[in-house]
């Protein structure tokens, strides 16, 4: 297989001991596998989150993912921008799709750049780990690097909003998107393709500012993946894992429930089947521990 | 196969439906020639498998079977059925056509007596009971077909299953070794009376079609209303063959939306309306009925019969487009999510059965159409830039039956101008 | 009041539409709603809501100025686009409540001491002041925002949620000296401070 080379856009989550640590490490792993060479773009700043809209206005979050992809452009030309985190891919992909909707925009756009000696011609492809997988290998070419099958894991694909809604994984469905339950078959997993809460919404920022009510959607997502009789959650998205991982402690507290259900991302599942250690799918830093997983990770 | 009567005089109507049996009559008894061709073994079209009419409540074999016995006595037409329409060159006044005709594997003996039928043991999905149960493999598609002709499918062709069908056959009528035919006419003038299909109703995903065994199409519901579909004309719901007593409509499922169909179809307000009383009529006031809405498009005299609806004390009516649909594990109720627009109100409802209104999706969506044929945004044909070719009926805009039959009228007066200018044209 | 706000509404008089159509992101598609529901029932949050997005269109053409941009509706939302991909209009929905939570922020208008509008705020200064979101700064200015005493309890009820974290290696204590961000700083905040220039002199923030 000829090295796939891309501009990686990793995040302000996925930095080392950032909340999305494990989701890098694990990344970097399944990269080495499939012979990917990530790239990092150049100085990279924040995308401005979704939640960045009521201080942050309409251009000056568009300026700052203009900002990245004028770096990608300058610095690594011809090479699509990757994103893991499901934020940061809807921020550029959503900026970029307005800039090139509008030519006005994008006038002023490059008008704030140019206080920072910097210009953006319009040549970002924004696009998610998640695509590149799918799109640029395929589900046979997942299937190339496996050394150990994740044989009697009950996984229940947890797929969230954002890599799901507005944009989507090509081909999938809004509603009802396959793709998490398609990647846990082939790395012999057993999906729960009938769990119903995939893309509930987690609460998102309002995790943190409306408790509350984020945890009730919380408890909904976990709780499904009790009944279908899931052994852990496998998500694309950071924000997605901390909130159904982290708070579970929190609505144990709270409303009595025994929650404790592992919540990993796909690219620790990929890790350990392709013949990782537990250390290199990062399951070190799972709050909830992954144990089923690392038990075939130290096989 | 000679193309007899073919010439740049005649007219060619694409598609047998209720607006193509109406353009091809109206030309055909003005003393014009017509081919009449229809890419099924039957004429009749969606019509057909309609349980009743609105707002009469009346059967469609009854004006079905004027239209047949009209077309059957009349000489100017050429019916040619399992046949479809693959290429058409030329200009106004003088078109060259080629067909596909498919074999029917059954020839003119046929007296429809049944007994292949009856001896072959193969089913295929029964595609005029829109797939809800199976037929067998040797098949008369509906009581009133015209032609009578039974027809064997492909499937069992070249098998025993086949031969089976042969031997039984009292007169000769089975012949295993028809083959695809191509034809090439001339005509004059084109119509096309190509129909509708209802949108895929599993592209609109929060409802769950295909997921939720209890969430059908309006058109399914026909057939399961009218005595000759699957269940008897009984209202069993896929699901568990349970009675559907307690029945949700979902208006513009599919249509007014720019993610599905941007128009409005029209026939969806009034064919919901007219279900609601399929409901009442197989159980009277147990019965009930929720229709679920944007706004009520009940245009001009059909305002009677939806003020008769509403004063229905069986009938419900909720402002509001449904959100998603969740199957209740326990009983395979879908449940419905919303908010009801007027006041504000919040529901999660439990149906016994949902009916999706689907809209109507031009049947040519998709078919590569000579480059002349103007399409509107949502693929309805405007007519033609040399001014030959005409859209009729459901092809040409969302019509219902009584709307398709006016509008196939006219098209077939434009199609009988341009044969009377050609005509005249070549006199001189 | 804020001059902007004394300023929007001389300028726009009864024409709240307009107001919205020329000032809020995607505000020019708010006239195409037809009130079909399919939003709020779609949201999440959709019972935490006073006021549901369709409703919110509705009042917007009804010129309910103060009651839209006063309400702290548009702060439910958690940004997971099902109603945007559900709009049979194809409204940009999260788009637009955005925009509208942004333009009442910066009108003054908004709750005082809606937590998302805070949170919201607070996140973006984060964000932007090294370039990159200090996680552990997030948190703790988030705790801490009622003031000390109401801090240490919050901190200390989910204290056992971030020495998970820490202990997972995925909170660094150390942020609290700084922690990442861009080296071009200066280039990074000359950018924002452009684009805010000219996005106000736009929306009528400054002359």
Not at chain 2, 76 to 93: C, D, F, H, K, P
Not at chain 2, 129 to 155: C, E, T, W
Not at chain 3, 118 to 132: E, H, M, Q, V
């Amino acid at each position: 297989m000829a090295k796939k080379e891309y501009a990686f856009y990793p995040g302000c989550s996925s930095q080392l001991k950032a909340s999305a640590s494990n989701y890098l490490v694990s990344t970097n792993s399944i990269c080495k596998s499939l012979d990917i060479k990530l790239t990092e773009i150049p100085d990279w700043n924040c995308c401005g989150a979704s939640v960045g809209y009521c201080e942050g206005g309409e251009l000056p979050r568009i300026a700052i993912n203009a900002r990245n992809f004028a770096q990608a452009e300058t610095h690594l030309p011809g090479q699509d921008i990757v994103a893991t985190c499901a934020a940061c891919w809807l921020s550029a992909r959503e900026s970029k799709e307005r800039l090139d909707g509008s030519a006005q925009l994008l006038k002023e756009t490059n008008e704030a750049l140019a206080a920072a000696g910097l210009h953006y011609n319009g040549g970002a492809n924004v696009r998610h780990m998640v695509e590149v997988l799918i799109e640029d290998f395929g589900y046979d070419g997942l299937k190339a690097p496996m050394k150990k099958s994740l044989e009697g894991l009950k996984i229940a694909g947890y797929v969230g909003c954002q890599t799901n809604r507005p944009f989507g994984i090509d081909g999938e469905s809004f509603e009802n998107p396959m793709y998490l339950d398609k990647m846990v078959e082939t790395l012999g997993g057993e999906a729960l393709t009938k769990y119903e809460q995939k893309v509930t919404c987690c609460g998102g920022a309002l995790a943190f500012s409306e408790p509350e009510k984020s945890q009730k959607q919380i408890r909904d997502i976990v709780e499904s993946a009790y009944d279908h009789g899931a052994e852990m959650i496998v998500t694309p998205c950071p924000l997605c894992q901390a909130n159904v991982e982290v708070y579970q402690s929190e609505i144990n507290k709270k409303q009595g429930t025994k929650f404790n259900m592992p919540v990993v991302y796909y690219s620790q599942l990929m890790t350990v089947a392709y013949g990782g250690s537990a250390k290199d799918a990062a399951l070190d830093g799972q709050l909830i521990k992954a144990e089923k997983l690392e038990k075939i990770a130290g096989k | 196969m000679t193309a007899s009567i073919a010439t740049n005089q005649a007219i060619l109507v694409v598609g047998g439906g209720i607006s193509g049996m109406t353009a091809a009559l109206e030309a055909a008894e003005c003393g014009k020639q017509v081919i009449l061709v229809e890419k099924t073994p039957v004429l009749g079209g969606r019509t057909a498998r309609l349980y009743r009419y609105f707002p009469k409540m009346c059967h469609p074999t009854c004006g079905l079977e004027i239209n047949l016995r009209r077309i059957k006595q009349n000489r100017n037409i050429r019916l040619m059925t399992m046949t479809e329409v693959t290429a058409v060159a030329g200009s106004r006044g003088n078109y060259s056509v080629t067909l596909k005709v498919s074999p029917r594997f059954v020839n003119e003996n046929c007296t429809a007596c049944g007994k292949c039928g009856e001896a072959v043991t193969t089913e295929v999905s029964n595609p005029w009971n829109y797939g809800l149960d199976k037929m067998k493999a040797a098949y008369l598609p509906h009581n009133m077909a015209h032609p009578q002709r039974f027809v064997i499918d492909p499937s069992i062709v070249g098998t025993p299953e086949g031969e089976k069908a042969k031997a039984a056959c009292p007169v000769g009528a089975v012949d295993l070794d028809m083959k695809e035919e191509s034809v090439t006419l001339q005509v004059g003038a084109v119509i096309y009376a190509t129909g509708w299909r209802p949108y895929d109703a599993a592209k609109i995903q929060p409802y769950g079609y295909g997921r939720y065994r209890n969430v059908i199409t309006s058109l399914e519901f026909e057939r399961l209303a009218d005595p000759q579909g699957p269940t008897g004309g009984k209202i069993l719901r896929p699901g568990d063959g349970k009675e559907a007593k307690n029945v949700a409509f979902i208006q513009c499922a599919g249509s007014r939306d720019e993610n599905h169909l941007r128009h409005c179809s029209r026939i969806c307000c009034m064919a919901s309306l007219k279900q609601t009383q399929y409901v009442r009529e197989a159980f009277g006031d147990a019965g009930k009925s929720t229709v679920y809405y944007i706004d009520i498009r009940a245009i001009d005299r059909f305002e009677d019969f939806y003020q008769m609806v509403q004063k229905d004390a069986t009938v419900s009516f909720v402002k509001s487009k449904v959100a998603k649909i969740v199957e209740n594990a326990e009983n395979g109720n879908p449940v419905l999510h919303g908010v009801d627009t007027e006041g504000y109100h919040r529901y999660a409802v439990e149906h016994d059965l949902v009916v999706l209104a689907v809209g109507m999706e031009p049947e040519i969506t998709g078919v590569k159409l000579p480059d002349d044929v103007i399409l509107d945004s949502s693929n309805f044909i405007e007519g033609s830039k040399d001014g030959g070719m005409f859209g009729a009926g459901a092809a040409s805009s969302p019509l219902d039956v009584n709307r398709a039959v006016q509008s196939a009228t006219a098209a077939s007066l434009h199609a009988i101008q341009v044969i009377r200018k050609t005509a005249s044209t070549e006199a001189a | 009041m804020t001059t902007a706000n004394t300023n929007a509404i001389e300028r726009y008089r009864n024409n709240f539409l307009k107001e919205v159509e020329a000032n809020v992101e995607e505000g020019h598609m708010v006239k195409m709603c037809m009130q079909c529901g399919v939003c709020a029932g779609s949201c999440p949050l959709g019972p935490a809501w006073q006021h549901s997005p369709q409703k919110i269109f509705m009042m917007i053409r009804a010129g309910k100025r103060d009651e839209v941009l006063g309400s702290d509706s548009m702060f439910m939302c958690t940004s997971c686009y099902n109603c945007m991909v559900r709009c049979p209009r194809q409204l940009p929905i999260t788009h637009i409540m955005h925009g509208l939570a942004n333009y009442a922020h910066r009108l003054g208008l908004a709750p005082k001491g809606q937590p998302t509008r805070d949170f919201a705020t607070l996140f973006w200064n984060n964000a932007i002041k090294k370039g990159r979101v200090n996680e552990l700064m997030l948190t703790l200015r988030h705790y801490f925002r009622g003031g000390l005493v109401s801090g240490i309890k919050e901190a200390l009820g989910m204290q056992s949620v971030g020495l998970g974290l820490f202990m997972a290696k995925r909170l660094n204590p150390m942020e609290i000296f700084g922690g990442h961000g861009v080296k071009d700083l200066k280039g990074f905040h000359a950018i924002i401070a452009k684009a805010k220039e000219i996005e106000d002199r736009k929306k009528g923030f400054t002359a």
